[in-house]
Antibody, heavy 120, light 110 residues
C-alpha cells in the first residue's frame, strides 16, 4: 500500500523560508521519480518540481526556480522541498506525488497535502 | 509554461456520456503521448484516472477513456454516475522538460 505523508506546512511571513517533507512507505522509494505539486485555495493544480530516483535530475516550474530546492534521502525514504523567499502567491496546499514507471510526468500516487500560508 | 486549456464546467445526466477537452500545443499535448487525467473530489487529493493518453490504471472503471488528436486530448466518461461529480485535470509533459496542468473542469451530474 503506497503511502505518502507530507509535513512541514504552516504560516510564514513574506520573504521567509519553510521546508516541506514527504515520508514515503509501501514501495521501494529509491526506484521512483518524485514530484511536488501545489494547489492555491480554490484554484487548479500547478506542477512545482521533480527529482529523479538517484537525485541526478531535477527541474522546476518557472514560478519557483531559484527560490525552491527539491531533494531526497533514499535512506530515509523521504522527499523534501526547501522554499525560500516565499511570496503570497506561494500560498497553497503542497502535494508530494510518486511517478509511474512509464514516466516522471504521470503522478500515480499522491499524499494528502500540507498547507503553506504566506502572510504578514 | 502556459496552462493547458480546459472548459471550466461540463454537465450531464446519469447514464449519459460527457467529454472533457484539453488543448495544448505541439510542445506539450501534441508532441508527446504523456497526457494524463486526474479526478479530484472536494477536500481530497487528486486521483490518476488515465495515463499516457489512453491507459487506465488498475482499479479505474472502464467507463473512463482517453484519446488525443493533434494538440487536443480528451477524457470521456460514459454511463455517468453521481460519484463522478468532481473536478478533472489534464496534464502533460512539455518540451522544456517540465510538467503542465490544465485549468481544471468541474463536472456536474444533474
Amino acid at each position: 500500500q503506497v503511502q505518502l505523508v507530507e509535513s512541514g506546512g504552516g504560516l510564514v511571513k513574506p520573504g521567509g523560508s519553510l521546508r516541506l517533507s514527504c515520508a514515503a512507505s509501501g514501495f521501494t522509494f529509491s526506484d521512483y521519480y518524485m514530484s511536488w505539486i501545489r494547489q492555491a485555495p480554490g484554484k487548479g493544480l500547478e506542477w512545482v518540481s521533480y527529482i529523479s530516483s538517484s537525485s541526478s535530475y531535477t527541474n522546476y516550474a518557472d514560478s519557483v526556480k531559484g527560490r525552491f530546492t527539491i531533494s531526497r534521502d533514499n535512506a530515509k525514504n523521504s522527499l523534501y522541498l526547501q522554499m525560500n523567499s516565499l511570496r503570497a502567491e506561494d500560498t497553497a496546499v503542497y502535494y508530494c506525488a510518486r511517478a509511474r514507471a512509464s514516466g516522471w510526468s504521470t503522478f500515480g500516487s499522491w499524499g494528502q497535502g500540507t498547507l503553506v500560508t504566506v502572510s504578514s | 509554461q502556459s496552462a493547458l486549456t480546459q472548459p471550466a464546467s461540463v454537465s450531464g445526466s446519469p447514464g449519459q456520456s460527457i467529454t472533457i477537452s484539453c488543448t495544448g500545443t505541439s510542445s506539450d499535448v501534441g508532441g508527446y503521448n504523456y497526457v494524463s487525467w486526474y479526478q479530484q473530489h472536494p477536500g481530497k487529493a487528486p486521483k490518476l484516472m488515465i495515463y499516457d493518453v489512453s491507459n487506465r490504471p488498475s482499479g479505474v472503471s472502464n467507463r473512463f477513456s482517453g484519446s488525443k488528436s493533434g494538440n487536443t486530448a480528451s477524457l470521456t466518461i460514459s454511463g455517468l454516475q453521481a460519484e463522478d461529480e468532481a473536478d478533472y485535470y489534464c496534464s502533460s509533459y512539455t518540451s522544456s522538460g517540465k510538467g503542465v496542468f490544465g485549468g481544471g473542469t468541474k463536472l456536474t451530474v444533474l
